[in-house]
């Protein structure tokens, strides 16, 4: 297995140190990652509906993601992972701070479910295993990433021809400085103060830009919404705070 | 701890394997060398086998968990006569879900529709007549005794291959911990599970062990039921007459095989009168019953027992906890005033089913704290409603004051005269207002 130093291209030191800091409280779901786990309905439902369109799988089976292999980036604790994995998936979860990795595997046993784990970057893998993989995620990963470019990039390397690719991420407008960003760090205390570098943010379009570049081709995009009342998060038309992608990787190269 | 565990249903020991958090393993294979027989793996524990827990399975059991329901009363009692002498008022949206969970189709017999209700004041001389016609073609609801609805529930359960029932057996104590839920028999047995239910009833053991606390508020009224059968046929109409200590209702049955009419008492008085009620021969309560009710169904007589139920209103603080959920009166028992009880319990069973369907189609782990904190949330918010106004309906009513009787009279022409707010109050009653849970939709309108 990978030990790779975090000290390396695309993440960026300080984010690491700060999420090593709580890895045990990842499964603690009114914990410092409870907005991580409201967030994460909304987009399993998002993996879910893309996916089962994109590759053409049953809507009903109770296992519909049977014989895909998925690659969970910044896996944390294996919020994503592990559902995955029920729904049928082979998942490999990686993510570079190792005692995240260790509470991923630890949480995983107790579950009784065979995930995947390895403490290593996306650059690193997209090397080791280039195209293996039929659908990869990365969610609320991109923004803390030092060099979104080399990112997508090994993104676009980890997925075979005809695959997809899963990003999810917040907007850099006015409304996601204050909703995303103060009101879920200073006034909501969702997260710890600091977690998020508005700066680092990428909108849609520069994204999409990012994942052309790359050679990928967009095929889905929506807004997600916090809804107050219901306490959930929702897809919305509004891009303009959090919001998701797909893209594909073109059979043809 | 071992990732696998080996299927050991008493009944048919299959050799499946099953992860440990309960899901069915991918890959199992058959081992006919499987001779333990004590542990049961399964989705769902479910704590209490009467109307609640038996609905819960089969609603459970609708969206793909295998379920196992625990009871300190076998089958044969629950379902013998005489068990339990109350009846049940059932909704539209309740009387589709029972349809839909094969339960309908069971009953031993059809239950009997309301088509009109009757409300009357005191001694007050307005009337306020709903009539289902108000609220479109289908009844307002239907009646029918426990018993029977307790035989359909079971016949139903008993067709479901995914549904267990473990009786009688007793929970000594339940394990809960951040997997799953056991619940450890008195007779050693092991039922582990990644949700365990209680729908054991208002007094709840499994709640009280849980710590889960409770708002209680006794009305000091008792509600005496019997079955009447009375000379004139009741046309399908349920009488409800507010009275001050209490409403006096009689719903209607269906005739008996001989063609005597019937219908249902439940007659609340102050818990003193009520004892002495229940004290008198039958025909001394005969007098009483007719002097209350009157003369439109012409004579009246109570055959069969006599039931007492003191009222009272309880509610848990919270319906959840780690790996448990409250269902039925485990969670709250309100006054039978407007005959919600039932209904009100399978629309908790109905939501939970829904969350759990909604959770499982994303792959989250149904059991684990945001999934059942969507199931809190959605009730509670439904239940403070039907408290609020069956407690309020009851104080209003069970009020002498000049100043109530005027503004309840003014309320009931007020009620009568405008139509929307009427419909309101039918749909409501009816169960067909707010968020309905897919089972209980009304295929016509979604």
């Known amino acids: 297995m990978n030990q790779k130093n975090a000290v390396a291209s695309t993440i960026d030191p300080d984010d690491v140190a700060r999420f090593s800091a709580v890895a045990a409280e990842w499964w603690d779901m009114q914990g410092p990652f409870a907005p991580l786990h409201k967030f994460t309905p909304v987009r399993l439902g998002l993996i879910r509906e893309w996916l089962s369109d994109h590759f053409v799988l049953s809507e009903t089976a109770e296992v519909p993601f049977d014989g895909l292999k998925l690659l969970d980036i910044g896996c944390g604790g294996g919020l994503i992972s592990e559902p995955l994995t029920r729904l049928g998936a082979a998942v490999t979860g990686i993510d570079a701070d190792e005692r995240t990795i260790g509470t991923a595997q630890v949480h995983a046993e107790q579950t009784g479910l065979e995930i995947d784990y390895r403490t290593c970057l996306a650059e690193d893998l997209a090397a080791e295993m280039p195209g293996a993989f039929d659908a990869v995620i990365a969610s609320e990963v991109i923004e803390h990433v030092a060099d979104p470019e080399l990112f997508v990039a090994s993104l676009a390397k980890l997925v075979r021809p005809g695959g997809a690719v899963f990003v999810t991420t917040l907007n850099r407008t006015m409304k996601s400085l204050l909703f995303g960003k103060f009101a879920a760090e200073y006034v909501l205390r969702w997260v710890p103060a600091g977690t998020h570098d508005w700066r680092q943010f990428l909108t849609p379009e520069e994204l999409r830009a990012l994942l052309t570049e790359a050679g990928l081709v967009m095929a889905e995009k929506t807004g997600i919404r916090f809804d107050p009342l219901g306490d959930t998060f929702e897809r919305s038309s509004d891009l303009g705070i959090n919001y998701a992608m797909l893209a594909v990787r073109p059979k043809a190269a | 701890m071992g990732i696998f565990t080996r299927c050991a249903n ?103 529709a309301i088509d009109d209700i009757r409300v009357r004041e005191g001694g007050s001389p307005l ?226 089913a829904d969350t759990i369907e909604d959770a499982r189609r994303i792959g989250l782990d149904f059991g684990s704290a945001p999934v059942l904190e969507k199931y809190q949330r959605w009730r509670r918010f439904d239940v403070m409603t039907m408290i609020a106004a069956t407690d309020g309906l009851n104080r209003l009513f069970s009020n002498d004051s000049a100043a109530v009787r005027l503004l309840r009279d003014a309320g009931l022409g007020l009620v009568q005269r405008v139509g929307p707010l009427k419909r309101a109050f039918m749909r409501g009653a009816m169960g067909t207002l707010g968020t309905l849970p897919r089972l209980m939709q009304d295929p016509a309108r979604h």
């Open chain 2, 127 to 352: 009337f306020l007549q709903f009539d289902h016609e108000d609220a479109g073609p289908d009844p307002m609801g239907f009646i029918l005794d426990n018993g029977s609805l307790k035989a359909g529930l079971y016949r139903a359960a008993a067709t479901r291959p995914g549904i267990r029932i473990v009786s009688p057996a007793s929970v000594e104590r339940l394990e809960r911990n951040g997997e799953a839920a056991t619940a450890i028999l008195a007779d050693g047995r092991r039922i582990t599970a990644q949700l365990a239910v209680a729908a054991d009833g208002r007094g709840s053991p499994t709640r009280r062990a849980a710590g889960l606390r409770i708002t209680e508020l006794s009305y000091d009224q008792t509600a005496i039921t019997c079955t009447v059968t009375h000379e004139r046929p009741h046309d399908h109409v349920a009488f409800e007459h507010f009275r001050p200590a209490g409403p006096f209702a009689m719903l209607p049955l269906n005739d008996a095989a001989d063609g005597t009419h019937q219908s249902c008492l439940v007659w609340s008085e102050r818990t003193g009168a009520a004892n002495a009620l229940m004290g008198l021969t039958d025909g001394e309560f005969d007098l009483e019953m007719q002097r209350a009710f009157g003369e439109s169904l012409g004579r009246l007589r109570v055959t069969g027992k006599r039931w007492a139920y003191p009222l009272g209103l309880i509610h848990a603080e919270r319906y959840i906890d780690r790996r448990l959920v409250l269902v039925g009166d485990a969670a709250h028992g309100i006054h039978p005033i407007a005959g919600q009880g039932f209904n009100l319990g399978l629309r908790d069973i109905a939501a939970l």
């Open chain 2, 10 to 112: 008493p009944c048919s020991p299959c050799g499946a394997l099953y992860l440990a958090n309960g899901t069915r393993a991918k890959f199992w294979r058959r081992d006919k060398g499987s001779k333990s027989v004590k542990d049961i793996l399964c989705d769902a524990l479910i704590v209490g086998g009467g109307l609640s827990g038996i609905s819960a399975a089969l609603a459970l059991d609708a969206v793909g968990l295998s379920v196992t329901v625990i009871d300190r009363v076998p089958v044969e009692t629950h379902v013998a006569a005489g068990h339990d002498g109350r009846t049940t008022a059932i909704s539209q949206s309740s009387k589709r879900m029972l349809v839909r969970l094969g339960v309908w189709d069971a009953l031993p017999e059809a239950p009997c």
